[in-house]
C-alpha cells in the first residue's frame, strides 16, 4: 500500500473511535466552517446565493448516513423534502445529493427504494435533479440496483456516482450505458481493502481519466467530481481535442475546496457545481476530508492543541 492510501485508511479507521469524534466535535470548528455551509437549510440557501452570484452552481446535501431506524431515515426523507420544495422556489439550477444509508439502506433496501420514490415524485416536477452519492463497497450493489428500479419506473431527473478505485467500475458503466445515465465519476472516498479495490493513487488517477473518456465516448453526460487540476487539465484537452461541447460534461467539486479554481472554470465558460453540505450531521463527512488531505490533520491537531 502506498503512503497516501495508508494514511487514509488511518484517519479513517482513527475517526470511528468515539474519543476522537467527540474530541473533534468539540474542536475542530473552524474546518467544519470551511467544508459545511451551516447547520441550517437558511444557512445552506444563502451559501448557493452567493455562489450563484460567482457563476457556480450548488448541489445541496443535507448530510446525513448509516441511520439507526426507521424513524431516522423518514425524519431524513422528510428533512430532503423541505429542501426539494425550497428549491423549487429558486430560479438557479436546482440539484440535490443524497445517500441511501441516510433513507435506511442498511435496514431495508425496499424503505430506501420507497423514500426516494417519494422524494423524486416531489423532485422532477420542480425541476430538481437528484444525484445518488456512492457510499462504501458492500453498499454498491444495491445503490445501483435501486437506481435501475427507479429508472425502470420512469424517473428521469436522477443520477449515479461510480468510483473510479473500485475494479468492478468499468464493467458497472458498461453495465449501465443502455440506460443512458448521467454519471458523476469520482476517486472514491472510502477505506477499501485491496480485495475490491486499487491501492496506488497512480492507478486510481489513471483509472478517473480512463472512465472519463469511456463515458464521453459513449455519449453520456459526465460530472468530473475532482480538486486535481492534473485531471481536470486533461479532461478540458481530451474535450477539445475531440471536438466535445462544453454542454456535454461538466466539473463537480466541494465546497470550501479549492473555490478560486470554480470560479476561474466558471468563467471560462464550464458547467462548475459544488457540493454544499449542510446540517447537524458533519461527522463522517468530516473525517473523510481529512483522509483526503493531511493538512486538515494538521488542522486539527493545531486546534487540540491550541486549547
Ligand atoms: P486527490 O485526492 O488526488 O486530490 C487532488 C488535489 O485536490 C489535492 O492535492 C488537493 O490540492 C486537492 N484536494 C483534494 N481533496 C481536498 C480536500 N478535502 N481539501 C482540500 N483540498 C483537497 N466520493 C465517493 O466515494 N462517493 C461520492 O458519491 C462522492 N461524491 C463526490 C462529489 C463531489 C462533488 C466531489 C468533489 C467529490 C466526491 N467524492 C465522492 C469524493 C471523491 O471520491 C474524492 O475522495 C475527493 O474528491 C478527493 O479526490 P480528488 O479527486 O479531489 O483528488
Not at 471536438?243 to 475546496?257: A, M, N, S, T, W
Request: net charge neutral; proline share 5%.
Amino acid at each position: 500500500m502506498n503512503l497516501d492510501l495508508a494514511y487514509r485508511s488511518l484517519v479513517l479507521k482513527v475517526a470511528h473511535s468515539p474519543q476522537v469524534e467527540a474530541l473533534i466535535r468539540r474542536r475542530a470548528r473552524g474546518l467544519v466552517r470551511r467544508y459545511v455551509a451551516g447547520e441550517s437549510l437558511e444557512e445552506a440557501l444563502r451559501a448557493a446565493e452567493r455562489l450563484e452570484g460567482e457563476g457556480v452552481h450548488a448541489i445541496l446535501d443535507l448530510l446525513g448516513e448509516m441511520v439507526a431506524d426507521e424513524a431516522q431515515a423518514r425524519a431524513f426523507q422528510e428533512g430532503i423534502l423541505e429542501l426539494v420544495r425550497a428549491l423549487g422556489e429558486k430560479p438557479w439550477p436546482r440539484y440535490v445529493s443524497l445517500k441511501l444509508t441516510q433513507l435506511g439502506l442498511d435496514l431495508s433496501e425496499g424503505l430506501a427504494l420507497s423514500l426516494l420514490r417519494g422524494i423524486l415524485a416531489e423532485a422532477e416536477p420542480r425541476g430538481v435533479f437528484v444525484r445518488i452519492d456512492m457510499e462504501d463497497s458492500p453498499r454498491v450493489e444495491a445503490t445501483l440496483r435501486v437506481y435501475k428500479a427507479l429508472r425502470a419506473e420512469g424517473f428521469e431527473g436522477v443520477g449515479i456516482v461510480l468510483q473510479s478505485y473500485l475494479y468492478r467500475t468499468e464493467k458497472d458503466l458498461l453495465d449501465l450505458l443502455p440506460l443512458r445515465p448521467n454519471l458523476r465519476l469520482v476517486k472514491g472516498a472510502y477505506r477499501e481493502p485491496k480485495e475490491v479495490a486499487f491501492q496506488d493513487k497512480r492507478l486510481i488517477d489513471a483509472q478517473l481519466l480512463h472512465l472519463t473518456k469511456l463515458a464521453l465516448h459513449e455519449g453520456l453526460y459526465v460530472a468530473v467530481a475532482t480538486h486535481d487540476p492534473r485531471m481536470i487539465g486533461e479532461v478540458k484537452r481530451h474535450a477539445e481535442a475531440l471536438g466535445i461541447p462544453k454542454d456535454r460534461f461538466e466539473f463537480q467539486l466541494l465546497y470550501g475546496v479549492r473555490p478560486e479554481e470554480q470560479r476561474r472554470l466558471a468563467r471560462e465558460g464550464y458547467t462548475v457545481r459544488a457540493y454544499v453540505p449542510y446540517g447537524t450531521h458533519w461527522y463522517p463527512y468530516l473525517s473523510r476530508r481529512i483522509a483526503e488531505r493531511p493538512e486538515n490533520l494538521f488542522l486539527v491537531l493545531r486546534s487540540l492543541l491550541g486549547g
